[in-house]
């Protein structure tokens, strides 16, 4: 019902950049939140950065300063820039947009497939 397509990812060098992108299709009206998470092997996913439809962010203490999340509505689309990336910041990165007026009513907590980000010398 809410397909959600990141992009972006890759492998990059310690102290390097990279921006990912998600955009969500679907017969949407809006989109309330919309967040990065990240999940490294052998750790829990946790949130690295969300926005509300508003523009009000919030982001995790470990990449503030360093990452920023934008999103434009009329493209359902959120950013995230990642400068100054460390070997620790290794994860999967997954989209989530959160309580998305459609055609068919409210959906809630929807994700992506998620996109590999590797920082690595």
């Known amino acids: 019902q809410v397909q959600l397509v990141e992009s972006g990812g890759g492998l990059v060098q310690p102290g390097g950049s990279l921006r990912l992108s998600c955009a969500a299709s679907?017969?949407?009206?809006?989109?309330?939140?919309m967040g990065w998470y990240r999940q490294a092997p052998g750790k829990q996913r946790e949130l690295v950065a969300v926005?509300?439809?508003?523009?009000?962010?919030t982001y995790a203490d470990s990449v503030k300063g360093r990452f920023t999340i934008s999103r434009d509505n009329a493209k359902n689309t959120v950013y995230l820039q990642m400068n100054s990336l460390k070997p620790e910041d290794t994860a999967v990165y997954y989209c989530?947009?959160?309580?998305?007026?459609?055609?068919?009513?409210?959906?809630?907590?929807?994700w992506g497939q998620g996109t590999q980000v590797t920082v690595s010398s």
């Open positions: 989530n947009a959160d309580r998305v007026r459609t055609t068919r009513g409210i959906v809630y907590d929807n």
């Open positions: 679907g017969s949407i009206f809006s989109i309330n939140a």
């Open positions: 926005i509300t439809s508003g523009g009000i962010t």
